[in-house]
């Protein structure tokens, strides 16, 4: 990505020709085609009844339009933020590093997934959970043990040749304050990433905590993690292929986008192809940081077998 922002994440360096050029205006862009009524609405409403978001499509691009806050305008090789109030600049960044990136990836056929996944012997681990789900703080413990992290939030899956391909996302994680207290050992100083929410950001390498990984890696495990009581053990089995298929359909971003556009076929023909290539695994754990190095070890154990 080429881009003249000013990114609260550290972003590393890339080299050669930019895949995307990104800036942020408050110009409204303009577009060659004319304006098509919505095709995706969200049902979250304003106060004034208007969908929080919405999907329309021009001749040439594809607007998401943030209502009141920022609009973004997807093109084969750029994306324009259109800033509407300047209160709401904090959104930029964080829609686009998800859910905006997301769709353009998605529009060039690279499916992304709901997972953090780190590096181990040059292969990649995911997790792959919603919000709370628990596959930051695994991340995070292999961070413990030298492994570097791929990614935090969003995974990008790319099928190359019958090859499932990790792509990397930004050297930070985001961590609720008891996490960032644990691994980090603070989180009063870290950047609020959103003014609603407790979440820090943890850029990787601050204070020694943790190693990125900018480069894409072979998909070898994903694990589907589940917390449960202290008291619990900690068990790995495997997903048979339906349950791994849906697993991967309920963990996708943008889904309701994608669908309305047209895309759910080819993402359900990926992830077909997908769970016959690489193994997705049920991880149940006990709940609480102390047991996490334990998790760690059956992980890494569990990934040389296979």
């Not at 499509?57 to 609009?71: E, F, S």
């Not at 870290?190 to 990125?212: C, M, N, Q, T």
């Not at 589907?224 to 292929?241: K, L, N, W």
């Not at 996490?292 to 569990?302: H, K, N, Q, T």
């Amino acid at each position: 990505m080429a881009s003249d922002y000013i990114f609260s994440n550290p972003l590393p360096r890339g080299a050669g020709v930019p895949d995307v050029s990104f800036t942020c205006t408050r110009t409204r862009p303009l577009t060659a085609g004319g304006m098509n009524k919505p095709v995706n609405a969200s049902r979250s409403k304003t106060d004034d009844e208007k969908s929080v978001t919405s999907v329309q499509k021009t001749d040439d691009c594809y607007i998401v339009h943030g209502a009141g806050t920022v609009d973004f305008y997807l093109y084969p090789d750029s994306i324009i933020a259109h800033l509407l109030d300047p209160a709401c600049r904090y959104l930029i960044e964080i829609l686009l590093l998800g859910e905006i990136f997301s769709l353009w990836l998605e529009l060039r056929g690279i499916r992304t997934i709901h997972a953090s996944a780190v590096v181990v012997d040059d292969n990649a681990l995911a997790f792959l959970a919603t919000n709370m789900g628990g596959k930051t703080g695994l991340a995070a413990a292999l961070t413990q043990q030298d492994h570097l992290v791929l990614t935090d939030d969003l995974l990008p899956v790319e099928n190359r040749n019958d090859d499932f391909l990790a792509r990397p996302g930004y050297p930070a994680m985001r961590m609720w304050p008891d996490q960032a207290a644990h691994f980090y050992g603070n989180y009063e100083g870290l950047e609020i990433v959103h003014p609603a929410y407790s979440k820090r950001r943890l850029v990787l390498g601050s204070d020694g905590f943790g190693r990125f990984c900018s480069e894409e890696k072979p998909l070898k495990v994903i694990y589907v993690p589940r917390r449960q009581g202290p008291d619990s053990g900690i068990t790995i089995e495997p997903f048979s292929r339906k349950d791994a298929f849906f697993a991967l359909i309920q963990n996708s971003f943008t889904a309701g986008i994608v669908e309305t556009l047209g895309l759910q076929t080819q993402r359900m023909d990926f992830f077909i192809c997908m769970v016959g290539k690489v193994p997705v695994r049920r991880l149940s754990y006990p709940e609480g940081f102390h047991h996490l190095p334990r998790v760690v070890d059956a992980v890494l154990e569990d990934s040389k077998s296979l």
